[in-house]
């Protein structure tokens, strides 16, 4: 299940992908630009022979100082060559399998992600030995923990790569609004709901909602699912997907996700007309201040400033947990660069892979991204991008949301999540029966 996103950056906007393709600029090779780097402390030590390595992308209009700087270091630092191919995204795929099917996989390439059934999102499955375990790389330590247990969630347990960017679900909200009207950051659902009225009864609506497009109506219950069933017991989303467990053994604790967001836009929580505002009039509205926040992903933030440079915008995790419980914030981080294992350099390969995870040249990355690092060493200067990396810190982050990884539900289930969940919202089902329609789509994958 793949949330859709209005941009490809956090701008600060992120750029994560399951949930979407970055644009590309056109093709180019051995691309180098200005490296002024420093030893970035890898275990690697300098090559005493060359190698060439080929590597394959799409992400290069993204990230091309980042990308010209890494292929240069490695150039001077370690007597490497990367040949880059760059690939418009809407090719990308097609490509890599052609190059799959004639056993011509480039040294290094990226992959838009791979769940834990060692499917790829680019809809071919890995095979044994195809690539490289990256556990022993030195560079690997200094990422967030939660993200490598999400990686290496595969039938194989290796970790084949490391995300370099993440997203977040929560809440962004226009600080001045809250200041204006003696909010404080809620930190748990009593609170959550005292500053929804509080608001209310000043005149503002507590929440822009644009649920006109359908993938917005999935955030506050994915929200929900990883507060009241993930966080209660990660087990479940595994045994979901396999047909151990069905949504109906879990029928209680599903309904009370289902009906938080319904609960609220019974309460008048919600912009007037929210079934009929897409994300881009929910975000101005924020923005504008004639409504408080939204809760979406992190990569929104573009789009608010966008009707509001001057607009100042934070970020919390949306606390549906009681007092005392900590607040859950699901996250999702794909992306990542893979070594083929079959490469004819593969100290080279492994070598590149250590110089391209290490805070150095991660934190060139994120410059290019405005992204969120899951370096832990990377520190970043944006301030909103500061105020989620402290948020993570704090909350029980959940490294995937309802649907995505091959968890939650079997591979090429015919349930439509967005289309159920604004369905839902529009009162055009219930949350027995949509609990009853994901059952039976998934058994019909499952034989069961």
Not at 30 to 50: E, K, L, M
Not at 163 to 192: C, M, Q, R
Not at 283 to 308: C, D, E, F, H, P
Not at 319 to 344: F, Q, S
Request: charged fraction near 20%; proline fraction near 5%.
């Amino acid at each position: 299940m793949k949330i859709k996103k209005k941009a490809a950056t956090l701008g600060v906007t992120l750029a994560l992908t399951t949930l979407m393709l970055a644009a590309c600029g056109s093709n180019g090779n051995n691309s180098s630009g200005n490296a002024g780097a420093t030893d970035s402390g890898s275990s690697s030590s300098p090559s005493s022979a060359s190698a060439t390595l080929s590597y394959m992308t799409w992400t290069y209009s993204d990230r091309t100082a980042s990308t010209d700087a890494w292929i240069q270091d490695m150039k001077d630092k370690y007597n490497i060559t990367i040949d880059m191919q760059n690939v418009p995204p809407d090719q990308y795929a097609t490509l890599l399998k052609t190059k799959l099917a004639s056993d011509d996989l480039p040294d290094l390439f990226l992959t838009h992600g791979i769940d834990n059934e060692m499917n790829t999102v680019e809809k071919f499955k890995i095979q044994p030995g195809q690539l490289v375990d990256l556990s022993g790389l030195k560079s690997v330590q200094d990422f967030i923990p939660s993200v490598i247990e999400s990686r290496k969630a595969n039938k194989e347990g290796k970790l084949f790569y490391l995300p370099v960017s993440t997203n977040a679900l929560g809440v962004l909200y226009n600080k001045k609004v809250f200041a204006d009207n003696g909010i404080t950051i809620p930190t748990n659902i009593d609170e959550l709901a005292a500053s929804f009225e509080k608001l209310k009864a000043g005149g503002i609506a507590p929440m822009a909602a644009g649920f006109k497009d359908p993938w917005t109506t999935q955030i506050i219950p994915f929200i929900a699912f990883g507060q009241y069933i993930d966080a209660k017991d990660p087990t479940i989303k595994e045994k979901l997907a396999t047909g151990e467990l069905k949504y109906a053994d879990i029928k209680d604790d599903m309904t009370k996700v289902l009906n938080v967001q319904l609960d609220w836009a019974d309460k008048g929580y919600f912009t007037d007309n929210f079934l009929g505002t897409d994300a881009s009039v929910a975000s101005q509205l924020v923005a504008t201040g004639k409504a408080a926040m939204m809760v979406t992903g992190t990569w929104q933030l573009s789009a608010i400033q966008s009707a509001n440079p001057d607009a100042e915008i934070g970020f919390f995790a949306l606390p549906l947990n009681a007092p005392g419980e900590k607040t859950a914030l699901p996250t999702n981080a794909n992306e990542g660069l893979l070594i083929n294992a079959k490469t004819e350099n593969l100290d080279a390969a492994k070598q590149a892979m250590d110089f391209y995870l290490s805070p150095e040249n991660q934190a060139r990355i994120m410059k290019d991204l405005n992204g969120i690092p899951t370096n832990t060493k990377v520190q970043v200067d944006n301030p909103f991008t500061k105020e989620v990396q402290q948020v993570m810190g704090q909350t029980s982050v959940i490294a995937t949301w309802w649907g995505t990884d091959g968890l939650y539900q079997p591979s090429g289930t015919s349930f439509l999540m967005e289309k159920s969940q604004q369905n839902l919202v529009a009162k055009g089902t219930t949350p027995d029966q949509f609990i009853a329609d994901y059952d039976a789509a998934n058994a019909k994958v499952l034989n069961k």
